[in-house]
């Protein structure tokens, strides 16, 4: 890989950023929100570097070329000083024992499979596979940080209100929630669905994520009133918690009785 395709690699590169962040929100599928303005200076940064390294390179080789042809005499086109020799055989020397500056080294490549996979592939958001994959959803917290504060707006709602949550707020309240206020409250819960490999029934799941697609951690509620849909597809349910016997944070996975299932377009964002 020689300068002018290392400064190509590098406008690629940004290219890549730049078109996953300014005009779609591709880059919601594997990144949060917030990084989305680091990515564009990221990416304009990458460009502006690649386009330098080409007009230096090119500007460098015709500068070469025209000192070349100035400083030529007819003698030293038959002729070289001793000087001149050793000086080539060094360069070659080097060449061969792989440290030709001029060049990087061939696994420098490999840096055009992230373009490669944005422009060509563009990997989808996480989803069903993740979750299947996966052993088991997301646990309650242990108990010394169980802070009791909850922010799904259960607790300000009037009788007979639907309250619309994340599927991290309906799982975490219905584990940690000891006074149970879930019970009989009904809510709306969107996700994408997982049918039950072993079964008639199905999950509505969504994926939570600190930082990127990574570190991502499965949030489901198991639905099994309702014929399960195809896999990936998104639904807003709205139902009833499944109140277990017993201690609430020992449950395995929590279950909604669905009273409406509606199919949704996909959201912009796909994570929680």
């Known amino acids: ?52 390294v080409i007009v230096a390179e090119i500007r460098g ?20 000083s001793a000087s001149a020799v050793e000086r080539d055989y060094e360069e070659a020397y080097d060449r061969r024992r792989g440290h030709d500056h001029s ?14 996979a944005v422009f060509v592939v563009a990997p989808p ?13 997301s646990g309650p917290p242990p108990e010394d940080r169980r802070s009791g504060v909850f922010d799904d707006g259960v607790e300000e709602a009037a009788p007979g209100e ?3 949550m994340d599927i991290r707020q309906f799982v975490m309240r219905a584990w940690i929630d000891e006074d ?18 072993d079964g008639d029934g199905w999950y509505l799941a969504r994926l939570q994520m600190a930082c990127c697609a990574a570190d991502a951690v499965v949030n489901k ?14 639904w807003t349910v709205r139902g009833t ?11 395995s996975e929590h279950e909604l009785t669905a009273l409406e299932v509606q199919e949704v377009t996909d959201p912009p964002d796909p994570y929680e």
């Open 1 to 52: 890989m020689n300068r002018i395709a290392q400064g190509l690699t590098l406008v690629l590169l940004g290219a890549a950023a730049l078109t996953s962040t300014i005009p779609t929100d591709l880059y919601l599928n594997w990144v949060k929100a917030g990084f989305g303005p680091f990515l564009i200076a990221a990416g304009a940064v990458m460009v502006l570097l690649g386009v330098l």
């Open 61 to 80: 080789e015709g500068d070469a070329v025209e000192e070349r042809h100035e400083q030529e005499e007819p003698a030293a086109v038959h002729a070289q």
């Open 103 to 116: 060049r990087a080294p061939g696994v420098a490549w490999l840096l055009l499979l992230p373009v490669l």
């Open 125 to 137: 958001a996480l989803g069903s596979y993740t979750v299947e994959a996966t052993s088991g959803s």
């Open 162 to 164: 639907v309250v619309t």
């Open 180 to 197: 149970r206020l879930l019970a009989g409250q009904e809510v709306e819960l969107t996700g994408f669905a997982v049918p039950e490999k």
């Open 221 to 234: 509620v198991y639905i099994s009133n309702e014929p399960a849909p195809e896999a990936d597809t998104w």
């Open 241 to 251: 918690w499944v109140e277990p016997e017993g201690e609430i944070f020992e449950v």
